[in-house]
């Protein structure tokens, strides 16, 4: 049965208590969703419980201490679009997943569900995104309980009081985060830059300045530059994804999807050649630094 979570300061003990060992990665959320401290994607940041009763909600910091979340996002026209893609992804139903916890916003078809995953799997996992499906994992959050902007609040479907904290199924794991491929044989010489092979492609170029640009503490103008210029290149959505979910600019899927289609239409001047001015000037920096 789905039921309602008020955030007050004896629902938020409750809820820390239910948690156990989970606890600490409970972190306050406002009203648009959204985490209302700075730092909260350090695995030792601890909010008190009269943090989180004052919050409008309460999420779960994702990733560290093996939480993972399995979101089924439909569209509001295809409530069964979810599930589907669960199936699609694993060749498996939601139904073959062990009891764990499970909340919703209330809209149809939409619910995630919370696993534990096992030490040996954490280091190949990714945030990711699928067809009406999203992997929530490391520098992300899930809202678990409280004031939603639109149905009113979430609703727990199974809550950590009526169930345990399920271990992610092998046959989930493999299907999220498959053995890593074998690294290609290391060159005898650094390969030559993109601006002397005039057979790399915006996005081959585009991809190698990535590796020396982490999104991970970059301003807000330069994060949303960085995603025009990878639109430019030709970068798909999904590698995108990718690299933005390192940085605390990056809000989830509903709300990247958004800016990935503002960037497609934007007359701002971000290209790939700014890209590798700013990646030269970095790593000049670091040199001299």
Known sequence: MITQFPCRYQAAAALRAALGEHSSQLIPVGANKRPMHAGWQQPGRIFSTEQLAAAPAIGMRLGHSGLVAVDFDPP??????GDRGFHALTGRTAADLARSWTWS?????????????????????KPQQHTALEIRWAG????ICGLHPETGCYRW?????????AVAPEWLLQAIAPPPAPAPPRPAAPPPAP???????????????????????????????????MRRAGLSEAEAFAWTSASSKHKGGDEFRRQWRKAETTKAPYSVAWLGARTRRARERRRHG
């Open 157 to 165: 479907i199974i809550s950590p009081w009526d169930s345990a904290l």
């Open 76 to 81: 509001a026209d295809d409530p069964a679009a």
């Open 140 to 143: 992300q959050q899930s809202v």
């Open 105 to 125: 916003s209330g809209k149809p078809g939409r619910r995630q569900i919370a696993l534990l995953v096992p030490l040996q799997w954490r280091h190949r996992l």
């Open 195 to 229: 601006h002397r092979c005039v057979r790399w492609t915006d996005a081959d170029a585009c991809r190698y300045y990535l590796q020396f640009w982490p999104a991970e503490g970059l301003c807000l103008r330069d994060w949303w530059a960085t995603v025009v210029a």
